[in-house]
C-alpha cells in the first residue's frame, strides 16, 4: 500500500481520543476560520452520520470548537474550547443535518464576522486529514494540506488563463484548480492548490492583475 503521508501510518499529533474525530475536526474548524478571515462572532455546526452520533463522546464538539477559535490539533487548550468560546463572545450551537452523499464523518459550518459569513461543508478521511465540499453552495475540493488561493470574482473569458500565467511568472505551481460559479457570467470561485507557500502580501499584486476580482483569501498549509 502506497502512502502520501505519516499521517496515514502514525496519524497526526494531537490532543484528543480520535485522529478522525478529535483531530480532523480541529482542522476543519481551522480551515473555516481561515477562509472567513476574520474574527468568528457565530457559528453553526450541522453534523451527519458518525459525527452526530458520537460527537459528544468523542469531543467532536470541542475539537470544532477549538479549531474555529484558532488552535492547532496539539493545543493544550483543545479540552477547554467550550470555555474559551464563551469568554471570547464567540456564540455557538449543534444541529443535526442530512448533507447528502458524504463521508459520514461531515459537518457544515456557518461561520460569521463582523462583516461577512461562509458556509462550508467538510469531512474528515482519517488520520487527520480532511477535505472541503463545498463552499458557499458551490461544490470545490481543498484540503489545507497545501496553500491555497480562494478566488471570488466575476465568471469571465480568460480569467483562469491571467490567474495561471500570474502564477507562473511568479514561479509558484499549480497543483489543483478548479472554478465554480453560481451563473454564467455571474459571480464565482475558483480555488487553487500550489506547491509553493504563498504570503498575504501577494494578494495587492493578484487585485490590480485581475480587476474583476472581488476578493482573495490565501490559506496556509494547516
Given at each position: 500500500?502506497?502512502?502520501?503521508?505519516?499521517?496515514?501510518?502514525?496519524?497526526?499529533?494531537?490532543?484528543?481520543?480520535s485522529s478522525s474525530h478529535t483531530a480532523g475536526?480541529?482542522?476543519?474548524?481551522?480551515?473555516?476560520?481561515?477562509?472567513?478571515?476574520?474574527?468568528?462572532?457565530?457559528?453553526?455546526?450541522?453534523?451527519?452520520?458518525?459525527?452526530?452520533?458520537?460527537?459528544?463522546?468523542?469531543?467532536?464538539?470541542?475539537?470544532?470548537?477549538?479549531?474555529?477559535?484558532?488552535?492547532?490539533?496539539?493545543?493544550?487548550?483543545?479540552?477547554?474550547?467550550?470555555?474559551?468560546?464563551?469568554?471570547?463572545?464567540?456564540?455557538?450551537?449543534?444541529?443535526?443535518?442530512?448533507?447528502?452523499?458524504?463521508?459520514?464523518?461531515?459537518?457544515?459550518?456557518?461561520?460569521?464576522?463582523?462583516?461577512?459569513?461562509?458556509?462550508?461543508?467538510?469531512?474528515?478521511?482519517?488520520?487527520?486529514?480532511?477535505?472541503?465540499?463545498?463552499?458557499?453552495?458551490?461544490?470545490?475540493?481543498?484540503?489545507?494540506?497545501?496553500?491555497?488561493?480562494?478566488?471570488?470574482?466575476?465568471?469571465?473569458?480568460?480569467?483562469?488563463?491571467?490567474?495561471?500565467?500570474?502564477?507562473?511568472?511568479?514561479?509558484?505551481?499549480?497543483?489543483?484548480?478548479?472554478l465554480e460559479r453560481w451563473q454564467k457570467g455571474?459571480?464565482?470561485?475558483?480555488?487553487?492548490?500550489?506547491?509553493?507557500?504563498?504570503?498575504?502580501?501577494?494578494?495587492?499584486?493578484?487585485?490590480?492583475?485581475?480587476?474583476?476580482?472581488?476578493?482573495?483569501?490565501i490559506i496556509d498549509e494547516l
Amino acid at each position: 500500500m502506497k502512502y502520501n503521508s505519516a499521517f496515514e501510518i502514525i496519524g497526526p499529533v494531537m490532543v484528543g481520543p480520535s485522529s478522525s474525530h478529535t483531530a480532523g475536526a480541529v482542522r476543519i474548524g481551522r480551515l473555516a476560520r481561515a477562509v472567513l478571515a476574520e474574527q468568528p462572532t457565530h457559528v453553526r455546526f450541522e453534523l451527519m452520520g458518525s459525527f452526530l452520533a458520537t460527537y459528544r463522546g468523542h469531543g467532536t464538539d470541542v475539537a470544532l470548537l477549538a479549531g474555529v477559535l484558532g488552535m492547532s490539533t496539539d493545543d493544550a487548550q483543545v479540552p477547554n474550547a467550550l470555555e474559551v468560546a464563551k469568554e471570547s463572545g464567540l456564540v455557538y450551537e449543534f444541529a443535526a443535518a442530512n448533507l447528502g452523499h458524504y463521508h459520514p464523518n461531515t459537518v457544515r459550518i456557518t461561520l460569521s464576522g463582523k462583516s461577512k459569513t461562509i458556509c462550508m461543508v467538510a469531512s474528515s478521511l482519517g488520520g487527520g486529514k480532511v477535505e472541503v465540499q463545498e463552499l458557499d453552495g458551490l461544490p470545490v475540493k481543498f484540503t489545507g494540506e497545501r496553500s491555497t488561493f480562494i478566488l471570488y470574482h466575476v465568471d469571465e473569458q480568460g480569467f483562469l488563463a491571467r490567474m495561471s500565467r500570474w502564477l507562473d511568472e511568479r514561479g509558484i505551481n499549480i497543483a489543483r484548480l478548479s472554478l465554480e460559479r453560481w451563473q454564467k457570467g455571474g459571480d464565482a470561485i475558483t480555488v487553487c492548490e500550489v506547491d509553493t507557500p504563498v504570503c498575504a502580501r501577494l494578494t495587492r499584486d493578484l487585485f490590480a492583475a485581475i480587476p474583476t476580482l472581488r476578493d482573495i483569501c490565501i490559506i496556509d498549509e494547516l
